[in-house]
């Protein structure tokens, strides 16, 4: 489960939920007692048919709709989970509006729960729709810069692969590089100095990419890596609805090909699927 794939909607769902949970404590019915005495007004666990389909009903809801957006593409009988969560909502706060409608005197507890039922299904209904509520709930790192191949970190100067200090595999002490090339020196036919102020792919990776770079036209596209601020669904380019894998922030993934607005991405894996929501994403 990815809870940085959460927005502002959903934690308006949760926070409505707990509400919810609070009220259904609280007593139903709103009686003055005499003085001197107590009243041991009922409150929703009271009653059995009240409590299932308006609190527990909304918290049930409101736990499918959070399930469906931390873990996209999960169905139940053909439909997803926020589907059924949505449903639920509206359906206790259509029970608790005639509920407190049909009542003489509403206690706190129906009260509350009547307004967390209505932000509860405002909430689930215009996630999806309002910009401000689309919005990350928790802030997405930024991708972590790769280190060059086979380097480790903290240590500069491009050293080898499990070597300190600058020393390449191969290399002898007092200046010369691998198979007796000098330091910092390029030997024939292998890459430059890598900067590491800048994400650098690794080998299998740039393979991929001229692999790509060869297939796709010239002037038209060129592949690029880029990662996503937040966790984004891959889809199949065979226009399934179904995601087939889940972008991570922190991770690059090649661009092999644009179509529209769209791009179509690799994973490490090796697997393609079409990533409809490029908003926000950066290149490296």
């Known amino acids: 489960m990815n809870i940085r794939s959460l927005t502002r909607g959903d934690g308006v769902v949760i926070g409505a939920a707990v509400v919810l949970f609070i009220a259904s404590f609280l007593s139903l019915y709103g009686v003055d007692c005499p003085t001197g005495t107590s009243c041991d007004l009922p409150n929703a666990w009271d009653s059995l048919g009240l409590v299932m389909s308006v609190y ?34 509206v359906f206790a706060l259509w029970t608790a509006f005639w509920t407190i409608i049909d009542m003489s005197s509403a206690g706190a507890g129906m009260i509350l729960g009547l307004l967390a039922t209505i932000a509860l299904a405002a909430g689930a209904v215009a996630s999806p729709l309002v910009p401000a509520l689309k919005a990350p709930l ?13 380097a480790q970190p903290g240590v500069t100067g491009g050293a080898g692969y499990g070597y300190p200090g600058g020393q390449q595999f191969g290399g002898q002490p007092g200046g010369t590089g691998g198979y007796g090339y000098p330091a910092g020196g390029q030997q024939p036919g292998q890459p430059g100095p890598v900067d590491g102020a800048h994400p650098q792919p690794q080998p299998e990776q740039q393979g991929a990419a001229a692999t790509a770079q060869q297939s796709a036209p010239a ?35 090649l661009a092999v090909e644009q179509r529209g ?20 994403i950066q290149r490296g």
């Open 56 to 89: 527990i009903a909304g918290i049930i809801g409101a736990a499918l709709v959070v399930v469906s957006r931390a873990m996209p593409g999960r169905k139940v009988a053909g439909l997803d989970l926020g589907q059924f969560g949505l449903a639920f909502t």
């Open 138 to 150: 928790m802030g997405a790192p930024k991708p972590q810069t790769p280190q060059p191949y086979g």
């Open 219 to 253: 002037g038209d596209f060129s592949p690029f890596w880029f990662a996503v601020p937040v966790a984004r669904p891959l889809y199949a380019e065979d226009g399934s609805p179904a995601p087939i894998a889940e972008l991570a922030p922190g991770t690059w993934y």
């Open 261 to 280: 607005a769209a791009l179509v991405a690799q994973t490490q894996d090796g697997r393609r699927g079409v990533l409809q929501d490029t908003t926000g």
